[in-house]
């Protein structure tokens, strides 16, 4: 078997607008965009938003790392995301951590080394 890449499958109510986000707020590369199935880069990375979401909340497990969290979570709430926690130091762990959610309900984290 080779493994050609690796995606992160996040659900979409709405395909514009999830491109939207993740092209205009989190500095993704559209590679596709359909209305069922669109995939965006950053670097090897794939985010795919898969249509059909109904817009309820959930986990992604998707972790996300930034230079700086604090103008990060700003910037993802005035895009249409929500924080859900943080930003907070995480002692002991050399990060500080936010939780947050796209315009989807998709929760993902964001982190920031500190040290």
Known sequence: MRIESVKC?????DM????????GVMGLTV??????????????AIVALHGGGTGEGHASGLGLQVADLDA??????EGG????SGPEDRPGEGIRLAS???TEG???AM???VG
């Open 16 to 23: 514009d607008r999830a491109v939207g986000f993740w092209q």
């Open 81 to 84: 995301g929500r924080v859900l």
């Open 9 to 13: 499958m996040l659900m979409a109510q």
């Open 111 to 113: 982190s920031q080394l």
């Open 100 to 102: 947050l959610v796209d």
């Open 31 to 44: 590679k596709l965009h359909t209305p069922h199935w669109s995939e965006l880069a950053w670097g090897d």
């Open 106 to 108: 998709n929760a993902f």
């Open 72 to 77: 990060a979570c700003r910037e993802v709430a």
